[in-house]
């Protein structure tokens, strides 16, 4: 007998294209997009993208949060020329855990329709994990790969504003 899949959490839009959400054991997180269009006009209808959780609560692992994030990517892209670029830093040192985690739920839940391209870039003991994700079907989808690609090696850091 196959169990139900968890429902996502009660998403609350606060302003376009930023969204928090409440789990079980309380800890509120922050999903918001940022344009990078205006940054990078290589780069069309690119947005960046962050999860925080609101405090440092230690964070168990709850399946409702990977459906909850999913649930609001999946809306995200129903704008077929959308991309986004996920940034993973190695502030805290766990850039490689953030990065695998995501990477994980995009293998999960991808039904086909997404792509991405994975770079690291590392200055000294900085370093920096990015991710382009987009639609197969993305209009721009050759000038998201060229500018993605030229952005790793010219003006990168201007993502981690």
């Known amino acids: 007998m196959d169990l139900p899949s968890p429902l996502p959490y009660d998403i609350v839009r ?3 294209l930023y969204y928090t959400f409440t789990n079980k054991d309380g800890i509120v997180y922050h999903l918001y997009f940022n344009p990078l269009s ?3 006009p290589q780069l069309p209808n690119t947005y ?3 999860i925080e959780p609101q405090d ?3 964070h168990p692992i709850d399946r409702r949060i990977a459906i909850t994030i999913v649930s609001v990517l999946r809306k995200f892209f129903e704008k077929i020329d959308n991309a986004m ?5 190695s502030t805290d040192g766990k850039h490689h855990k953030r990065r695998y985690l995501f990477n994980r739920w995009f293998q999960y839940y991808n039904d086909g329709t997404m792509t991405t391209l994975n770079a690291e870039v590392s200055d000294g003991d900085y370093e920096l994990l990015l991710s382009l994700y987009f639609k197969r079907n993305n209009p721009y989808k050759t ?4 500018s993605f690609n030229d952005l790793l090696t ?5 993502l981690v504003i």
Do not use: G
Request: hydrophobic content about 35%; proline content about 4%; overall charge negative.
């Open 14 to 16: 606060v302003k376009d």
């Open 38 to 40: 205006e940054l990078y």
């Open 48 to 50: 960046s993208f962050s």
């Open 56 to 58: 440092s609560k230690p």
């Open 85 to 89: 670029i996920m940034v993973c830093d």
């Open 143 to 146: 000038q998201l790969i060229k």
């Open 154 to 158: 010219t003006n990168l850091y201007e």
